[in-house]
């Protein structure tokens, strides 16, 4: 979503860490090209004036001015104060200290909101809650039956009005309460009808819903597409149900980042969650000061290492460390962890998390179907072959070739990476399955494992 704006940082921060000390007018002009890189992402007025209000106070200020490098001096302000208008720290759903904790969902038409309950209940499960999902939507045609498809893909159980009874929502929310307590549930999700700001109606009956389920949460879901239109549907929904915090959707689009820089400041409201894709787990909360990093192309290392412990299995970790350590890593020690990195998401994205990545790295558009192919040609041999890759001859490549949908010269590129990659690894350890020393490493000669 920030990928333009991180691209504007960029190159701003490129020319001012080629100047020695700043003068007021180098403040003015940074300032005026911040101002315009916000504007550009659709950022609320307001809040840009009171960003670059707040930079060119600190920036002009001693902090800057004593600084033995004033450049990296202004980056971390401008760091700080985009975490400030981000909403500062990371917010948190407020629990009931007597369960259910109840969170009513709510929001326009189109923003993402059943699935958004769907993503929440599987985080809130996997913390070892208790969760049930409400169905109050009868509005739009088959929003039931799609909760109850999400709930079973997260093993949460969803409850909703008989299909033959009236569609009152109000009602279903009312049953939903005496559902929770009779099940024993920690937390209740309410999916809420999708409605227009304009619809009096519909507006009523959310506060209908508010006042019978009392929620302890009342969440906004908003289209990170919508810029900064979004800060109007949240103060149209804060006057109405009096918001507790906002989901914001779809940030892996094409958006340019106004509403996550505009909601907080205007409104008044933090955001709590982020949709970062359409798989059911691209769902995490919302730490400002680590997509301020991502923004200015920081990375996020502490979102990266949250990703890989979800991702990968303790056990085969180690087993894979130990076959590294003795120089014995196979074809399936490679599949196995190759698919447990695939699980954190898309490489590209992974990339951008990594501090220190030229920028040209970040920006390119990496090839996942090179992935697949390589998957098809090791899932295409047998056991044995993966084991000990030296016994496949001539025959077995070709039908290893054909298998994979590959050709034979994929097989064979494919297979002397491979061995490369083994040569180094003993070159490295010394084949002893010892850490090697530093001096065991200058000096070596590590040409002969490049292609």
Request: hydrophobic residues 40%; contains cysteine.
């Amino acid at each position: 979503m920030f990928d333009a704006l991180a691209d504007r940082f960029d190159g701003i921060f490129t020319r001012l860490r080629s100047r020695g000390k700043l003068t007021e007018e180098d403040v003015d002009a940074v300032a005026r090209e911040i101002r315009l890189a916000l504007l550009e992402a659709d950022v609320n007025v307001r809040v840009v004036k009171a960003l670059i209000s707040r930079l060119k106070e600190r920036a002009n200020g001693a902090e800057v001015q004593k600084s033995l490098s004033p450049a990296q001096q202004v980056i971390k302000i401008v760091h700080e104060e985009l975490i400030t208008t981000l909403g500062g720290t990371s917010g948190k759903l407020t629990m009931s200290s007597k369960p259910p904790t109840v969170v009513m969902m709510c929001g326009l038409q189109g923003a993402g909101k059943t699935t958004a309950a769907a993503k929440l209940a599987r985080q809130l499960k996997s913390q070892g809650l208790q969760v049930l999902l409400v169905a109050a939507d009868l509005q739009r045609p088959a929003a039931v039956e799609q909760l109850r498809v999400l709930g079973q893909r997260v093993d949460v159980p969803v409850f909703s009005a008989p299909d033959d009874a009236p569609k009152d929502p109000v009602q279903v929310a009312r049953d939903s309460m005496e559902e929770a307590a009779r099940l024993g549930k920690n937390v209740v999700i309410v999916d809420t009808a999708g409605r227009l700001q304009v619809d009096a109606d519909l507006m009523d009956e959310l506060r209908d819903v508010r006042d019978v389920v009392q929620p302890h949460n009342t969440l906004l879901v908003v289209d990170a597409m919508t810029g900064q239109e979004a800060v109007n549907v949240a103060t149209a929904f804060d006057d109405a149900v009096s918001l507790d915090g906002i989901v914001l959707t779809k940030i892996d689009g094409d958006a340019r980042g106004g509403a996550a820089l505009s909601v907080k400041e205007v409104v008044g409201k933090p955001i709590l969650f982020v949709g970062t894709g359409e798989k059911i787990e691209d769902f995490e909360p919302f730490h400002p000061d680590r997509m301020a990093s991502r923004i200015l192309g920081m990375g996020d290392v502490l979102t990266l290492i949250e990703k890989a412990e979800e991702a990968f299995d303790s056990e085969s970790a180690m087993k894979a460390q130990e076959a590294l350590a003795k120089g014995q890593f196979t074809l399936e020690d490679f599949l196995d962890q190759m698919r447990q990195v695939r699980k954190m998401g898309p490489i590209g994205s992974l990339l951008k998390m990594m501090p220190g990545m030229p920028k040209e790295l970040r920006n390119q558009e990496l090839d996942e179907g090179e992935i697949n192919r390589v998957e098809a040609i090791i899932c295409s041999m047998t056991p044995a072959e993966r084991r000990d890759p030296s016994v496949i001859n001539g025959s077995r490549r070709l039908r290893i070739a054909q298998g994979s949908g590959t050709t034979t010269a994929d097989v064979n590129a494919l297979l002397k990476q491979f061995k490369q990659v083994q040569q180094m690894m003993k070159a490295i350890t010394g084949g002893n399955g010892k850490r090697p020393k530093l001096n065991q490493l200058r000096g070596m000669d590590l040409s002969q494992f490049q292609q």
